[in-house]
């Protein structure tokens, strides 16, 4: 029954809401749009959940005093950061003046954007080490990435007698191969996706249900 | 030049790549270069379809972006407000993404307050909706179902501006200006074609070439992506040049991109001279 | 003569005396394929108002309490209209039937902040026709009376891949060999966790940052117990790093149970199945300082990733890990492609499972939808072709529009 109920869930929840696509019936919708509001019911209640799996396999390392105990102290100290004057604000926590708005402002918004930053040292680091002509393939990739580079920024397209021909011919790699193999990426993944499905609602994939035996 | 010495740069610590591209931004943000740019044809799409959204009329933004697609997304946000408040068109908007209303209502008051916009009256912020996809079907179905009240709590039937708008398709334009997921995709997977909706996108650079076959089969009306685009919109907008109190920051930042794309360029090159030369010694030696 | 000639005269001067009467008729229909909730409202009038209102009431009959409410104010060249009949389904279901009266304004009134819209809009001109219409929910979305061959098209696929399923299942179990063929990556999951025993460092697992109903992180749950069970086998450690609580949850089962089916029940830790955070990049960074600390040997990063995703690659590369990453996210494949060893593109993603397996219904779908695919490139092509000559038969097979 463990292992039974489960996969009887799943087909029956799972037909159902394929049938969404196929039932315009207002009557129908009202019961996906309620299991759809279920799920987002558990997701928000996980995230209690996710608090305390955090609390709880980081405060005994700092209590214990393991390797690299300081990070998580630091770690659990940001959490109460956040938490508490988000908490002690409620829906005025957004205003001017209030902690958590401070805290957003000075503190997340200059880091998120830190580490997005990361990101073009990482390309420049990953490019030259990626980026050999060991074979035609290989070449293509090089010289395509180069055209496209040069291209997107005002010094390609002001490159003399080269430089509108250049842009032309970015444009038709972006609009072209690159929307080809999009397309046949999206396309494939879509098909994989659909294969997938199929295979959870019919209970021939069960290993995400995870059993005891 | 000494063989080991090109594999010791073929294989150099990854910090001098860092060091190199750090300058190469640095640089030119303290000594500009500018050059001229023309407008991509897909940019000058999507401004064209703002231009034709009757003056006076109202459309939807949907701003989902967060402080780390702010620099490439916020330019053409600003420059969208100051398109839109020129001609009078009003705005209903809301946000997928809960990092954004921090961002966003700060501008929609800046601007607002410039071109004498009345809150309520000429523009409104409906908030954050929970939900990705369900909370895009709902925009497509009922907004005021998705969004009972504003961002500050004003129920949305006392909202002027909403009269008459109560799903996506009421509205002559929507446009979303996308950081990610949930963003232009999933607005067009899950209502563009169910409501036949005008849809707009400006987005990061890494998802542009995403939206490219959206914009192809005619799914969105324009697409500007990354900083390129968000220039691009600048140079649409103010074509003689920024009025006072309006910075282009698209534009100086793209032309910071200049030496950063060079420069990565020359590496490649580099690199791969570096290692025809090594592999050439590499098979005469054998 | 004389006696006629009065009745005559009277007949001929009402005739160009009275005014000409517009001919206008109202219709209220409910949409091909619709939810119930609709009424197509049009009008055919060879008059010319100011502009056009429509009000609306509940029921088929008048009756006392009835409420006309104000639909629209409409131009004069306006001749249809779609009318949502409820905005809450739980509230206010749809009706049996409901009443329009289309009102040929001769002034359009302004309706702003009035408190009876009805009487002003009805003062405002006269009611021209009238029309019931009863909303009909579709059971069943055939797109067949709005040229719309879509819906049907996927039904079919989806019925024509369970189908084929079950077919090449059989097969299979009857002894017929499939085909498939080599993907390094998948083949280098396991080499990645034998390496890992061997050094006596753990395993990464990154199932992306995306919802748990997300297919792609359903397809890396898939994966990850048979990871998990692997790494039993081998008696490794195996770190799962999660952007989302709930996900961590279903992972966190996952993982024991392929310890479990590994029989190696007491050797899980539950403190290796980890939430980080919910923002990006505050769990990009959780994850980098995992592969700094623990040192991971092997990272596997299957699933939907974002902008995080270089930033782990690299940190990963630095580190000297062995790299496996799998994505649908064609905007993340260059950076996986650029600094991982072996990279999963789009449906390889989708076939880890069956490839580790090797169960035959799972080999089965895969075959199944490569014959699909043989339909989907047949189909381009020839659409292709019929598009080029004007016939839009294959572009209307998989047109999917209307709601």
């Known amino acids: ?213 | 030049m000494k063989l080991d010495t090109l594999v010791r740069f073929q294989n150099m610590d990854r910090r001098w790549i860092f060091l190199g591209m750090g300058l190469a931004i640095f640089l030119p943000m303290m000594f500009p270069i500018t050059l001229p740019f023309k407008v991509d044809e897909r940019v000058q799409a999507l401004y064209d379809a703002v231009e034709e959204v009757p003056n006076g009329s109202t459309v939807f933004i949907s701003a989902d972006f967060g402080p780390s697609s702010r620099p490439e997304l916020e330019p053409y946000f600003r420059a969208t407000l100051h398109h839109l408040f020129r001609k009078d068109i009003k705005i209903v908007s809301a946000t997928l993404w809960p990092s954004a209303p921090p961002l966003v209502v700060p501008i929609y008051e800046e601007l607002a307050e410039r071109y004498g916009k009345e809150y309520g009256r000429d523009w409104c912020f409906l908030g954050y909706k929970d939900g990705k996809e369900l909370a895009i079907k709902s925009i497509g179905e009922n907004i005021p179902n998705a969004f009972p009240k504003d961002h500050v709590g004003t129920p949305v039937g006392e909202l002027e501006v909403m009269r008459g708008y109560q799903q996506a398709k009421d509205f002559p334009l929507i446009i979303n200006v996308s950081g990610g997921a949930p963003g232009t995709r999933e607005y067009v997977l899950q209502i563009q074609g169910q409501y036949d909706l005008k849809i707009a996108s400006a987005t990061t650079a890494v998802s542009g070439p995403d939206y490219i076959p959206f914009y192809k089969a005619g799914q969105l009306v324009g697409l500007a992506a990354g900083m390129p685009g968000s220039a691009h919109y600048e140079k649409l907008v103010f074509p003689d040049g920024p009025p006072e109190g309006v910075r282009l920051l698209a534009t100086q930042a793209y032309n910071v991109l200049n030496v950063g794309h060079a420069f990565i360029i020359l590496l490649i090159v580099a690199g791969n001279l570096a290692f025809f030369v090594t592999r050439r010694a590499e098979e005469q030696e054998a | 003569m004389k006696r006629l000639l009065a009745p005559l005269l009277g007949l001929l001067l009402s005739l160009v005396a009275a005014p000409t009467l517009a001919a206008t008729t109202l219709t209220a229909t409910s949409p091909a394929d619709s939810s119930g909730e609709n009424l197509d409202i049009a009008w055919e009038s060879s008059d010319a108002p100011a502009g056009w209102a429509v009000l609306r009431a509940k029921g088929a009959a008048a009756a006392a309490e009835d409420t006309w409410t104000v639909l629209k104010l409409l131009a004069p060249d306006a001749r249809k209209l779609s009318d949502k009949v409820t905005t809450d389904v739980w509230t206010d279901p749809p009706a049996d039937a409901y009443r329009y009266e289309l009102i040929a304004l001769s002034t359009v009134p302004d309706l702003q902040d009035v408190e009876d819209a009805t009487a002003l809009v009805r003062a405002s001109g006269s009611v021209a026709a009238t029309a019931t219409g009863s909303p009909e929910g579709s059971w069943f979305r055939t797109g067949l009376a709005l040229k719309n061959y879509g819906p049907m098209l996927m039904l079919l696929i989806i019925l024509a891949v369970a189908g084929m399923m079950w077919k090449f299942t059989e097969d299979v179990r009857a002894g017929k060999e499939v085909f498939i063929r080599r993907i390094p990556g998948i083949d280098a999951i396991e080499e990645g966790i034998g390496r890992a025993t061997e050094m006596g460092k753990p395993i990464l697992y990154v199932p992306g940052i995306e919802e748990l109903q997300d297919i792609q992180t359903i397809a890396s749950m898939l994966i990850l117990g048979q990871v998990a069970e692997k790494v039993a086998e081998y008696q490794s450690d195996i770190i799962v790093s999660c952007r989302v609580p709930i996900v961590r949850e279903v992972a966190d089962e996952v993982v024991r149970s392929g310890y479990f089916q590994a029989g190696y029940p007491e050797a899980y830790n539950p403190r290796n199945t980890r939430f980080v955070s919910s923002e990006q990049f505050a769990f990009c960074a959780g994850t980098n300082g995992f592969i700094y600390r623990e040192q991971p040997a092997t990272n596997i990063y299957l699933g939907r990733f974002f902008a995080e995703s270089l930033i782990l690659a690299e940190t990963g590369f630095v580190n000297k890990s062995i790299q496996i990453a799998g994505t649908a996210e064609a905007t993340q494949l260059p950076f996986f492609v650029a600094s991982c060893d072996y990279t999963l593109i789009g449906e390889e993603l989708f076939a880890v499972s069956a490839y580790l397996s090797r169960d035959p219904r799972l080999v089965s779908s895969l075959k199944a939808s490569d014959w699909i695919k043989v339909f989907v490139v047949a189909s381009i092509l020839i659409g292709t072709v019929l598009a080029t000559f004007g016939v839009p038969l294959v572009i209307n097979l998989f047109s999917i529009s209307g709601g």
């Not at chain 1, 019961?31 to 997701?43: N, R």
């Not at chain 1, 109460?80 to 918004?109: H, N, S």
């Open chain 1, 1 to 213: 029954m463990r292992s039974t109920l489960p996969l009887i869930l799943t087909f029956v929840v799972g037909l159902f809401m394929v049938g969404e696509f196929f039932i315009p019936h207002w009557r129908y919708h009202m019961w996906t749009q309620v299991f759809l509001e279920w799920g987002f019911i558990l997701a928000a209640a996980a995230y209690v959940l996710g608090l305390v799996n955090l609390v709880q396999v980081n405060l005994p390392k700092v209590i214990n005093k393991e390797q690299d105990w300081p990070y998580k102290l630091i770690m659990l100290a940001a959490i109460a950061t956040m938490m508490i004057p988000g908490f002690i604000g409620g829906e005025t926590r957004l205003q001017d003046g209030q902690m958590y708005k401070w805290l957003f402002d000075f503190v997340f918004v200059p880091l998120d954007a830190t580490m997005f930053a990361l990101l073009a040292f990482y390309i420049a680091s990953a490019a030259f080490r990626a980026f050999r002509a060991r074979n035609l393939e290989a070449t293509v990739l090089l010289a395509a990435a180069i055209l496209v580079m040069l291209a997107r920024v005002p010094i390609g397209e002001n490159l003399p007698i080269i430089g509108t021909k250049l842009v032309q011919f970015m444009n038709w790699i972006m609009d072209v191969p690159n929307t080809a193999a999009r397309r046949a990426i999206f396309i494939g993944s879509a098909l994989g996706a659909v294969a997938t499905g199929l295979r959870i609602i019919l209970g021939i994939e069960r290993s995400h249900l995870g059993t005891d035996g």
